[in-house]
Nanobody, 123 residues
Framework: QVQLVESGGGSVQAGGSLRLSCAASGRTSRPYAMAWFRQAPGKEREFVVAISWSGVNTFYANSVKGRFTISRDNAKNAVYLQMNSLKPEDTAVYYC????????????????WGQGTQVTVSS
């Protein structure tokens, strides 16, 4: 089992920045790909970005490409999401996710989820 805990959410004005963190614990010796998803009020959960275990491969949703950057520190069992040029439509609960298979993670069929952290962007 892997436990994921997100932090760093909050409220910011449009154009601002936030940095989310996700700390993994438990069975972290296994190589997991990590990702961020988000769910806005009244909408389905959607994929945001994923990163492979090595950090070499990343995959971004078109809606965040060029504004968001994912990174990871395997020594700290952590993954980060730097969000710049935030827009009101980025408002959502952001979830950290993990899976041993990168493609399965991107599809949202992953094994593990965090509890989420709220991001609110005001205009």
């Amino acid at each position: 089992q892997v436990q994921l805990v997100e932090s760093g959410g909050g409220s910011v004005q449009a154009g601002g920045s936030l940095r989310l963190s996700c700390a993994a614990s438990g069975r972290t010796s296994r190589p997991y790909a990590m990702a961020w998803f988000r769910q806005a009020p009244g909408k389905e959960r959607e994929f945001v970005v994923a990163i492979s275990w090595s950090g070499v491969n990343t995959f971004y949703a078109n809606s965040v490409k060029g504004r968001f950057t994912i990174s990871r520190d395997n020594a700290k069992n952590a993954v980060y999401l730097q969000m710049n040029s935030l827009k009101p439509e980025d408002t959502a609960v952001y979830y950290c996710a993990a899976d041993a298979i990168f493609q399965r993670l991107i599809a949202g069929a992953n094994e593990y989820w965090g509890q989420g952290t709220q991001v609110t962007v005001s205009s």
